[in-house]
């Protein structure tokens, strides 16, 4: 296996490369507190907008410059249609948000000496195994928070769609085939950022949640910031989850991330986030004393594997350990977004040189209003003014994400040829079927036609409708009720399915199950 350069000679050249693409930004000294006063106001002024034109149901802004908080307010409601507002206090599930608060946790265990980021996860985690065994004896915490492992990006996440629990998910890890060669390419993983975390905390003896409390949590009086959705679930002001339906944003579905809290799990508060956002600012310095080191913090933003351009800025950005590391239109920052496509947004966004940063969080998903609503805010601390509609261009980002896939899918599956090939008795296809990634799945007769149930003890289950031969379609995505995927059987000379595959768990090749038996 080709090994990309090594760590040390990567780091220079990568840091060499992005301070020469560094434009100059704005010094420190023209960034006013006349000038920041004037952002905030009109910054408030963009957030009750976008409220007031349906932009999202709700949301909540921290911004702090220097060591002091000086914007926290929440704008519109909790859930749309009732009257209970959002606030400085609401707590949200920040999604994504959580990779780069995770690395704050593990920054505090590399600065007291439990791990280093250069750990090998074979010694804090023997159980744990990539597809190939070179890799997985040189594996680290830093490859796992770089996203540098070759895990292909959503290696895990099908299996937690189905049903499946956190140390399930990682043991199978093991027989998703790598996307790239060890160290050569970035691909952006949930489960791969997850081990690291879970492996760096093994040392403590202590789940990752509670590290997360001792390490950042409780040390910056983070009272309503928890990794455990039974927490959320217990606050009263908590933002629910908004998706559009018929063109109205509705809470509608509900979304549990334990299984990868350390990459999306986190659930947290304006203030509460504020007072992180000042650990950052401060390289690991909180109200006068040092909670983490520089050295451990400073690892974080080292720009480790490139991410190519931002889609709207155009600014060059590269991944860091749970951070975005970016070389845009307004100097160096440091940022990372958060999404659930069941209906969040989140962003932090941090210009270390000017020690300012700015989090927002919502509850609606697809929307641009977080980053529109951040680099509105940086053109007029940086500029005086907005040089452009940037929510507008984040929107065409988000709402691209979805729209496409479903309309390709249903121009696929139209209509089914015409005449349409009979399906065979539904006894061909009735079966237990298996393969060690997904383990067993079911097809059982139900009424008039199949349904298919996945994940363990069949915890998830599909409607098949025929469509044509032996090809079945169902419609297994909440958040995309109308996009429809194909579940496909080969039939053996006996009349019967020998193997299926179910297209939306196939992804990454691995969604062919065969017959186990009758």
Same mark, same amino acid.
């Given at each position: 296996m080709r090994l990309n350069r090594n760590l040390c #000679?990567?780091?220079?050249?990568?840091?060499?490369?992005?301070? /020469?693409?560094?434009?100059?930004? +704005?010094s420190a000294d023209t960034i006013t507190p006349e000038r920041i006063a004037v952002a905030l106001s009109k910054l408030e002024a963009l957030a009750q907008g976008a409220v007031a034109d349906g932009a999202v149901p709700g949301l909540a802004i921290a911004v702090v410059h220097d060591d002091d908080v000086i914007f926290l307010r929440g704008f519109g409601h909790r859930e749309a249609g009732k009257p209970e507002a959002v606030d400085a206090d609401t707590v949200f599930q920040i999604a994504s948000l959580s990779k780069p608060v995770s690395a704050t946790?593990?920054?505090a265990l590399v600065s #007291?000496?439990?791990? *280093?980021?250069d750990s090998k996860i074979a010694d804090l985690d023997p159980a744990f195994r990539l597809a190939d065994p070179y890799p997985t004896s040189q594996l680290t915490v830093r490859d796992l928070f770089s996203h540098r492992s070759g895990l292909p990006g959503t290696a895990g996440d099908d299996l937690e769609d189905i049903g499946y %629990?956190?140390?399930?998910?990682?043991?199978?890890?093991?027989?998703?085939?790598p996307s790239s060669s060890f160290r050569a390419g970035y691909s952006y993983s949930n489960f791969g950022l997850t081990e690291g975390a879970v492996a760096a905390a093994m040392p403590t003896g202590k789940p990752w949640e509670e590290v997360a409390e001792e390490k950042l949590y409780r040390p910056l009086g983070m009272a309503s910031t928890s990794s455990r959705h039974s927490d959320f679930?217990?606050?009263? %002001?908590?933002a629910a989850l908004h998706i559009k339906v018929?063109? +109205?944003? +509705?809470?509608?579905?509900?979304?549990?991330?334990?299984? @990868? /809290?350390?990459?999306?799990?986190?659930?947290?508060? +304006?203030?509460?986030? *504020?007072?992180?956002?000042?650990?950052?600012?401060g390289n690991g310095v909180y109200a006068g004393k040092t909670l983490i080191s520089a050295d451990a913090l400073d690892q974080t933003h080292v720009p480790l594997m490139t991410r190519g351009k931002n889609p709207v800025s155009g600014g060059e950005s590269f991944y860091g350990l749970g951070w975005n590391v970016e070389f845009g239109r307004h100097g160096l920052s440091w940022g990372h977004a958060g999404a659930f496509s069941v209906g969040a947004r989140t962003l932090v966004t941090i210009f270390p040189r000017e020690r300012l940063g700015i989090v927002i969080i919502a509850n609606a998903f697809p929307?641009?209003?977080?980053?529109?609503? *951040?680099d509105s805010f940086a053109d007029l601390v940086f500029k005086g003014?907005? @040089?452009?509609?940037?929510?507008k261009a984040w929107d065409g980002i988000y709402a691209g994400m979805f729209g496409p896939v479903v309309e390709a899918a249903k121009a696929t599956y139209a209509a089914p040829p015409s005449p349409a090939r009979p399906s065979r008795p539904a006894s061909a296809y009735a079966g237990r079927y298996a393969n060690d990634f997904f383990g067993n799945a079911v097809v059982a007769s139900a009424g008039d036609g199949l349904v298919l149930k996945v994940g363990p003890a069949g915890a998830r289950s599909y409607s098949l409708a025929h469509y044509d031969g032996d090809l079945f379609l169902t419609f297994p995505d909440a958040e995309t009720p109308d996009r429809p995927t194909g579940v496909s059987f080969v039939v053996g000379p006996d009349g019967k399915a020998s193997a299926m595959t179910i297209g939306f768990l196939d992804e990454n090749h691995l969604g062919t199950l065969r017959r186990v038996g009758d």
């Open positions: #000679d990567w780091r220079i050249w990568v840091c060499i490369a992005a301070l /020469a693409l560094w434009p100059r930004a +704005a946790v593990v920054a #007291d000496g439990t791990v *280093s980021w %629990d956190r140390a399930e998910i990682l043991h199978r890890l093991r027989f998703v085939p679930v217990k606050h009263a %002001d908590r018929d063109g +109205a944003w +509705a809470a509608k579905i509900e979304r549990d991330p334990d299984a @990868q /809290a350390p990459a999306g799990g986190v659930s947290s508060t +304006a203030r509460d986030l *504020s007072q992180w956002v000042r650990l950052i600012l929307t641009g209003v977080p980053e529109g609503l *951040s003014s907005v @040089q452009k509609d940037w929510v």
